[in-house]
């Protein structure tokens, strides 16, 4: 993903891996046992992908993970998706604010 004058841009057939950061107070905070979830939509809410988050090392990337979609994202449909990340730690269910990404067509096959 690329960010081209302030808005975020996916290229169809690229592969799908975002690093992402835990730090709701501005600290990162230890995602030890949390489970996390995290789905990319279309903007009239059709599902695109499930995507999954691995978390990095705790000890030494604490809040660090990745969310990453396993799958081909040759076919994911063109123009505005929304995303969001439920991090669900302790009990305290938490969310991210709405990601919105421009996915586009490749030039190169």
Known sequence: MTCINGKATFKRGKTLSWPALYAPS???VNLTGA???SQLRTADGTLIANLTATLADQTTSTGAFTLS?????????????YFDVRITLSGVIDYS???VINIVD???V
């Open 26 to 28: 501005g600290t990162p």
């Open 69 to 81: 979609y396993a799958s081909s994202t040759a076919d994911f449909p063109l123009g505005e998706a």
């Open 97 to 99: 604010d709405t990601g």
């Open 35 to 37: 489970t996390i979830a």
């Open 106 to 108: 490749r030039v190169t």
